[in-house]
């Protein structure tokens, strides 16, 4: 990287930092982002989720400010990305306003919502630079599949995590696509079936966590791996996700279009509309069954 002109960036709220292009960097110039901060340092591009204000909730403009943003570092010639949250947390979830406003959408909104959260799943997952989260408090919900999705997950000691969507009448069929690679099955069944909520210890012993570190430490961790990674050959590490990715492709094709359909179908169940209700006016769920 060295011997070239370094190209500046455009992320709202963002502290100053500069980033060298690569091949078809050119495009996200003039890109601006309101929901999170992009920060290139070295090497290592810095994705940080700026709702603090909203524990870092994750809104329909978020999912597409972070699809940009993923875009951008993946033309750009950084070699790892940390993904943190500003403020407490990291992520609580889904957006209370966005969340609101699935009840009553029409199936065609329902499969559309749904198809983009897909998306910005699987770009993570199947990012074709080394991932790090570093997980600075809560992760919930979508909020820990953006966590657990990293190559790598740091998290402070206080982080909590918790795929919590049987509680509000919702099925998490994206997020167990996922967590089924990611631990034993018997470890999924407790975590999608109870809703239950995690310590970081705990995850780390299911093997959802690498490191448990201390919130000082956290930040100085995450670059600390990150250089240790870019010792490595660019091009066997983007060679070795490539392979990663390729090798459950096929697979993971049939089982995200069939959790898209379910994902959908359930808002359309009665149990989804007082799961959401209930939620949003404090109040225990009366559920039906349908």
Known sequence: M???APRPFKASHSSPGTVQGGSGYDAFLNMTYKTIQLEYDSGVATITLNRPEKRNAISFELIDDLLGAL???AASDAIVLIVTGAGKA???GMDLENLKALIGRSPEQN???SEAMVRMFRSLYEFPKVTIAAVNGAAIAGGTGLAFLCDFTLAVPEAKFGYTEVRIGFVPAIVSTFLLRQTSEKNARDLLLTGRI??????ARMGLVNEVVALEKLMARARELAALLMENSPSSLRATKQLLTNHSRAELDAEIEAAVRENAAVRTTADFREGITSFLEKRRPK????
Do not use: P
């Open 198 to 203: 995690i310590g970081a210890e705990e995850a």
């Open 90 to 92: 990291f992520s609580s």
């Open 287 to 290: 559920w039906n069954g349908k």
């Open 71 to 73: 875009a951008e570092v």
């Open 111 to 113: 499969l559309k919502d």
């Open 2 to 4: 060295k011997g070239q």
